[in-house]
């Protein structure tokens, strides 16, 4: 039967149309491709990575890991908080059925120190700190900015130059 249609086949289109559409077709050059791919996948492996990092690194890793100034280190802490505070959700939701049983059975209310609350005292403190830094670092841009002026002052008062 296969015969019979290549015969046929041959017949109706010709031996060199048939000749020229069994061959293969040319292959592109497929070095170039594997190199993109390659490069893709590290950058994607290293994303990945990066990624996975931020989720499982503890937070003091993430603020230790910032570049080694202050307002990046300010920066890191802030970001690092949070990123605290999207991971307490779920335990202070879980913290509030606990009161809600605790309520719901009559239970006395004793001095838990939920992690929950200690979190929020915590971060409370960290942005009046944080407060105050800025506060700190604003008058001390003004103080430089000051002194700038002064040293202008001065270089006129000594020589008449600018």
Known sequence: ?????????ILVMGATSFATARKPAPKAAPKAAPAKADTRLKDGKKVMKEKREDLFESL???VFRAPNNQKAKL???DNAFDIGKK???YLNREEAEIRALEAE???EETEHNFLGDKYDAVMEEFKD????IDALQLEN???KEYLARLNQMEIRARGGKK
């Open 1 to 9: 039967m296969k015969k019979a249609l290549l015969i046929l086949s």
């Open 60 to 62: 003091e890793e993430k």
């Open 75 to 77: 920066q890191a802490t």
């Open 87 to 89: 991971r307490m959700y």
């Open 105 to 107: 059975l009559g239970m």
């Open 129 to 132: 700190v944080k407060s105050e």
């Open 141 to 143: 841009k003004k103080l």
